[in-house]
């Protein structure tokens, strides 16, 4: 599991239930998933 800031429970090191690898419109892969606390969608920014 990945390991995000929740910016909503303003909370780091949250682990993201439910992460899929994302491409953005311009070409940068991010991990997206569920806060497990609040139900908000993280993101983190990974090299490809």
């Known amino acids: 599991m990945t ?6 429970c303003k909370k780091k ?3 993201m ?3 899929s690898t994302v ?3 311009n070409g940068r892969t991010m991990i997206k998933g569920k ?10 920014f990974v090299k490809a």
């Open 3 to 8: 390991k995000a800031y929740c910016v909503k």
């Open 23 to 25: 491409k953005t419109k």
């Open 17 to 19: 239930a439910g992460e």
């Open 35 to 44: 806060c497990p606390t609040c139900g908000t969608t993280m993101c983190k």
């Open 13 to 15: 090191d949250v682990e």
